[in-house]
Structures are given as C-alpha cells and as structure tokens.
C-alpha cells in the first residue's frame, strides 16, 4: 500500500527536493504540494494524503494553525502531520503536538531519518526527534507538580495495566517493544495502548506522550509510576 504524501512548506526549492527524496522512496509517492498552511487543508481534502509535511513559517495561516484545523476536521481523521523545520524551539514543539501533530522533525534529519518518519506517523506511532523530545521532557519537568509521585485524576480512568503502558510509550518504547517489557502479545499491547487513547481522548501517540509527562506519570530518566 503507497503512503500518499502532502508537502507543506512556501520554499519551492525545499518542496521539490523532498518531492525527489519521497518519491525516490517504496512505497511513498507525493500526490500534492501546497505553499502554504490553507493551501495544505484544501489539498488535504482533495488530495486524501495520508501524511502531510508541515513546515511551522508560513505566509497567512501557518503550520501549526493549519495542524489545529486538519485534526479537527473528522472527515480528515486518518491524516497525520509531521512538522518538519528549521526551528526545533521548545515552544513549537509543545505547540505542535497540543496541534494535533503526529511528529516532529528537524529539517537537518538525514533522509533515511526522514523516510523512517513518515513511515511511523503513517502507521500511527509518534515521532519526536531527539532534540524535541528534550525539550518537551525539560519544559514539563519544570512544572511544580512533575515527579510529585501523586497522579492527576485524569489518569483515573485508565486501568493499571494501561497506566504502564502510556508510560512506556512516553518513554519512546514501541508496541513491539512495550510487548517484550511486560510479556504480552504486540497486539495486546496495541490494544491496551489505543483503550488508553480513547480513555484519555488522545489523537495518537505523541499526545499520550504528553499527557504522561504533564501528568507526572513519567519524568526523564524515571520509570513510570506505578
């Protein structure tokens, strides 16, 4: 099955170097290209992308405008957003995933990285780079409540078992993986990881991240709490 590709982005010269780069990809093909974050909902809508590349900078409605939008249309609820920039700023990550986006990366990432990217929004996993990823931790660990030990009521709907395992997934672990750690079968896993998505009403993976951290369910090198 092809992963049909949307770039978003108001440089002409980015957008046809990753026009080259994923349709040189198996299995990915670019069926539209917008220079701008309304352009991207229009094309979204008549295109059917399954991933759209999303820069942040934009003229008129930027990237992350555009992002609340798009995950905010159920007729486009299959659609995931990579954000894809210059500027990996705190701010814009917490911004971008709050958004709806399903990943974050830098526009330096190697093109394998890349490709890899947006093959693991496609199948609904999150990506954060390393760099975002750090700063999300950092920004939530410096709330008072984070690493209190006292969990939110808003984790009170899930089971223990899913509390684990949103914790997991906060921790960068995949299905296969979370699998491996608590002895389950991977679509037991993947069970227990989207009833917490819909418990906690979470668009995909990179917002329970989120949660776990906001929550101070999990905080940077911790084991979740239990």
């Not at 990915?28 to 991207?40: I, R």
């Amino acid at each position: 099955m092809t992963i049909r590709v949307l770039l978003a982005d108001d440089q002409k010269l980015i957008r046809s170097g990753f026009r080259v780069l994923v349709n040189s990809a198996p299995g990915l093909e670019v069926v539209a290209e917008a220079a701008n974050g309304q352009e991207a909902i229009d094309l979204a809508r008549s295109d059917r992308a399954d991933v759209i590349l999303m820069d942040i900078r934009m003229p008129g409605l930027d990237g992350l405008a555009a992002t609340r939008q798009l995950t905010a249309d159920e007729s486009l609820v299959g659609v995931k957003v990579l954000i894809l920039t210059t500027f990996e700023i705190d701010e814009y990550v917490f911004e971008a995933i709050r958004a709806g986006a399903s990943g974050f990366l830098g526009k330096g990432a190697e093109p394998e990285e890349l490709i890899s990217a947006i093959h693991t929004v496609a199948r609904g996993d999150a990506l954060l780079s390393p760099k975002a990823l750090r700063g999300l931790m950092d920004r939530f660990l410096t709330q008072p409540e984070a690493g209190s030990g006292v969990l939110p009521a808003e984790l009170d709907v899930l089971t223990d078992r899913e509390r684990e395992v949103v914790g997991l997934v906060a921790l960068g672990l995949s299905n296969d993986e979370i699998a491996d750690r608590l002895v389950l079968s991977p679509l037991t896993a993947k069970t227990h990881v989207n009833r917490a998505m819909m418990k906690l009403e979470a668009r995909d993976r990179a917002q329970l991240v989120v949660i776990a951290y906001r929550t101070g369910l999990v905080t940077a090198g911790v084991q979740p709490l239990q």
